[in-house]
Structure formats: structure tokens, C-alpha cells
């Protein structure tokens, strides 16, 4: 057993342990959502590439939000007992990158462009940080600060066509699992090995009916969210014209820069790469 001490270290615990030559079986990340992330990224050499896929990653809940968690119990038919007997599948996890970075981060649960990226770093920048109360007063906080941006959005959908169109965005959640901020379900249909993203726009200038209609999110009832519009895609770019925020998995990747006046995100999903005990 290894006890992680900073940031990244278990990134760097999980890629140790994976290129040895030792007969492990099993990874167990015992955490919250941000380690499972960094345990997540150490399954990856310097140039992206898997490094073990016979070796799969299980998971201890030790978080405030559990959001992975509750997507992979609910998918799993008795999770102890995949822990126990090492059972486990190779599931989608996703990509995106900046057309101004070299770098390509992945994700296994959700990233997201615009609102949530001001939610993270009020939340980062609070001592209020425990628990769904505190995600979901961050939200709001950062939504009534929020203006929504203009931007275009290019898609392959799930039958391999080309769609494109343009919106008022609030924020774009890119899922492979289904929840995140504490229990908020933005796509409560994903699941983790059907090749596919599935987004969720919310988009229009009225964010009122984001607050009164906040209950229906954690309900699994995002199709009722007045503004929310939900697809399913192989990839999709964000192309934007003004500062636009970036975070992966609750991680910002890059805060709202107003200095940077127009670029591109890139989201695709790797279909069946990852080793989760299920």
C-alpha cells in the first residue's frame, strides 16, 4: 500500500507499478474523484499509449462527491464481488486537447467547457469544499457572475454525420460516465463502453430557470432543464471566439483566459481501452 503526499503522486505510484516487472493483478485507488483521475492518467506512457491492459484499476470510495463511483456501481451487477474475484472490462475513456497545446489529457468520467471551469476555481479559492452543498453553491455562484459565450459546435454523431451549428453557451458536459458535482446527472443514460460521448448543452441567455429547475439535475430528469439539449457523439470541437474555461475529470486544465480571443477545443473517445474492475 502506497499513501499519495502531493499532487500527482498517484499519477506517478500507478505508472511505477505498472512498468515493473511484477505479477500485480489489480490496481486499487482508494479516494475521491481527483485520485481516481490521477490513477487513471498513470495507465499512460509519455506518448499516450496504455500501458497494461491485463492489470485493471478498482476503486474504494473515499470521496466527498464519489461521482465515478456511483456511475460504475450502477453498472456493475455486485461491485465487492468484482473487487473480490478481479473481474473486470475494457471501457471507453476520452481525449480532448486545445489547438494551441501539444498536450492531450485524457478523462474517464466527464469534462466540460464554460461555466464549470468558473464553478471549479470559486471552489478551489473557497474553504467551503465539503460535499454536494458545497459544489452546488459554487455553482451558483459562478452562474450568476457567468456570461454566456458565442460559439460554434462541430460534432460526428453516433451514425458517423457531420453536424455543426451555433449557440449561446453556457456550458458543453462531455461524458462518459453519467454524474459529477456531488450527484449531479448530466447524462444519466452514459454508459462506459458504447463508443460514444454523450453531451450536454445548456445554452441561452436566461439562466434562471438553471436555478428553479436545479432539483430535476440531481434527479436524472436533465431532459426537463429548460435550455438543455443532449446528444451523443464520436467527437466534437468546440470552436470559440472569447475566453473560454476547460477541466477534466474536476481538474482545470485551463482557466477562462479573456486574453485569448478565438481557438478550438477537441473531444473524442478511445472505444474499449481501459481496464475497470466492474
Known amino acids: 500500500?502506497?499513501?499519495?503526499?502531493?499532487?500527482?503522486?498517484?499519477?506517478?505510484?500507478?505508472?511505477?507499478?505498472?512498468?515493473?516487472?511484477?505479477?500485480?493483478?489489480?490496481?486499487?485507488?482508494?479516494?475521491?474523484?481527483?485520485?481516481?483521475?490521477?490513477?487513471?492518467?498513470?495507465?499512460?506512457?509519455?506518448?499516450?499509449d496504455i500501458i497494461r491492459q491485463d492489470i485493471p484499476l478498482g476503486v474504494i470510495d473515499l470521496g466527498t462527491g464519489g461521482d465515478f463511483f456511483r456511475t460504475i456501481t450502477e453498472l456493475s451487477d455486485d461491485y465487492n464481488s468484482a473487487i473480490d474475484t478481479n473481474s473486470f472490462s475494457l471501457i471507453d475513456y476520452g481525449e480532448v486537447s486545445r489547438n494551441n497545446e501539444d498536450r492531450t489529457h485524457r478523462f474517464i468520467n466527464i469534462a466540460s467547457v464554460g461555466l464549470a471551469s468558473e464553478m471549479l476555481e470559486s471552489l478551489n479559492?473557497?474553504?467551503?469544499?465539503?460535499?454536494?452543498a458545497a459544489y452546488f453553491y459554487h455553482t451558483l455562484k459562478a452562474l450568476f457572475h457567468y456570461k454566456s459565450k458565442q460559439v460554434e459546435i462541430e460534432y460526428i454523431d453516433a451514425n458517423g454525420d457531420a453536424r455543426s451549428f451555433g449557440t449561446d453557451l453556457i456550458t458543453l458536459f462531455v461524458c462518459n460516465g453519467r454524474c459529477n458535482g456531488g450527484g449531479m446527472q448530466w447524462a444519466p443514460n452514459a454508459g462506459l463502453s458504447n463508443g460514444l460521448l454523450d453531451l450536454t448543452l445548456l445554452s441561452g441567455?436566461?439562466?434562471?430557470?438553471?436555478?428553479t429547475s436545479s432539483s430535476k439535475i440531481y434527479q436524472g430528469r436533465i431532459s426537463e432543464v429548460p435550455g438543455a439539449i443532449e446528444m451523443q457523439a464520436r467527437?466534437?470541437?468546440v470552436k470559440f471566439h472569447q475566453g473560454?474555461?476547460?477541466?477534466?475529470?474536476?481538474?482545470?486544465?485551463?482557466?477562462?483566459?479573456?486574453?485569448?480571443?478565438?481557438?478550438?477545443?477537441?473531444?473524442?473517445?478511445?472505444?474499449?481501452?481501459f481496464p475497470l474492475v466492474m
Open 235 to 237: 467527437e466534437v470541437t
Open 125 to 132: 479559492r473557497s474553504s467551503f469544499q465539503s460535499g454536494a
Open 244 to 273: 473560454l474555461g476547460l477541466d477534466a475529470d474536476g481538474e482545470i486544465l485551463s482557466p477562462i483566459d479573456e486574453e485569448v480571443k478565438e481557438g478550438s477545443i477537441r473531444f473524442s473517445v478511445c472505444e474499449r481501452k
Open 1 to 48: 500500500m502506497r499513501e499519495t503526499t502531493a499532487s500527482g503522486h498517484a499519477t506517478e505510484i500507478v505508472r511505477a507499478a505498472l512498468i515493473q516487472d511484477i505479477d500485480y493483478q489489480q490496481i486499487i485507488v482508494a479516494g475521491g474523484d481527483g485520485t481516481i483521475h490521477e490513477a487513471v492518467s498513470g495507465y499512460f506512457d509519455e506518448n499516450g
Open 205 to 211: 441567455k436566461k439562466k434562471l430557470p438553471l436555478v
